[in-house]
């Protein structure tokens, strides 16, 4: 069992516990969690920033960039393939 699922699963589980969800009302709490999510989202996002700018100066490519050469190279393959099926290739 990967780490993620039995978490996901113990947060699910504790959630439903009357007093975890007592806790949950009180607009303290709620409040500390949407800051805590909000701080961690824009760390994130601080980091990424950074990350990109790094591999920039570093000449190296990006998640970004490799995401976008996989989609191109993906819709080439799938184009080919069109291609070969119409010339009767296989």
Same mark, same amino acid.
């Given at each position: 069992?990967a780490v993620r699922d039995f978490v996901t699963r113990h947060t699910l589980r504790w959630l439903q516990d009357p007093r975890v969800m007592a806790l949950?009302?009180?607009?303290? *709490?709620?409040?500390?969690?949407?800051?805590?999510? #909000? !701080?961690?989202?824009?760390?994130? @996002? =601080?980091?990424?920033? +950074?990350? /990109?700018?790094?591999?920039?100066?570093?000449?190296?490519?990006?998640?970004?960039? *490799?995401?976008?050469?996989?989609?191109?190279?993906? #819709? !080439?393959?799938?184009?080919?393939? @069109? =291609?070969?099926?119409? +010339?009767? /290739?296989?």
């Amino acid at each position: 069992m990967a780490v993620r699922d039995f978490v996901t699963r113990h947060t699910l589980r504790w959630l439903q516990d009357p007093r975890v969800m007592a806790l949950m009302d009180d607009a303290r *709490v709620s409040d500390g969690l949407v800051k805590a999510l #909000r !701080l961690r989202s824009r760390a994130q @996002r =601080a980091l990424e920033r +950074r990350t /990109e700018a790094l591999a920039g100066r570093l000449d190296l490519a990006t998640k970004k960039e *490799v995401r976008e050469l996989r989609r191109t190279l993906r #819709r !080439l393959e799938n184009e080919l393939a @069109r =291609a070969r099926q119409e +010339r009767g /290739e296989s």
